[in-house]
């Protein structure tokens, strides 16, 4: 059975660091671009940064200088380092596998698959 599954989310103080992960199994992860998508209360899901199976990276407007993707494929693990947290941050990530071409350059959730369960991310002032 396909899956992904997040870790790492948890509070940090503004201005912070924190990395979260993703976790394939049961497929072969090489093979695949994965992105990460956020959800703040009450908002839509937001792209924030993808991968390609050749680790050429995406990110959104808002993230763009303080995050960075990143895998592992031997470890079947994907990578999201976030670096001076601010309070725009806040909310629960999910990383998903990009069933088409598109999805990946342009950070359009439409393309993605297999979400994970999420892992929340707090910010305290």
């Known amino acids: 059975q396909e899956r992904l599954v997040e870790s790492g989310g948890g509070l940090v103080q503004a201005g912070g660091s924190m990395r979260l992960s993703c976790t394939a199994s049961g497929f072969d992860l090489y093979a695949w671009a994965i992105g990460w998508f956020r959800q703040a209360p009450g908002k839509g899901r937001e792209g924030v940064g993808c991968?390609?199976?050749?680790?050429?990276?995406y990110y959104g407007e808002s993230v763009k200088g303080r995050f960075a993707v990143s895998r592992d494929n031997a470890k079947r693990t994907v990578y999201l380092q976030m670096n001076s947290l601010q309070a725009v941050d806040p909310g629960v990530y999910y990383c998903g596998k990009d069933y088409s071409a598109y999805g990946c350059p342009h950070l359009a959730s439409v393309s993605f698959h297999l979400w994970g369960q999420g892992a929340q991310v707090a910010v305290s002032s």
């Open positions: 991968i390609s199976t050749d680790s050429r990276t």
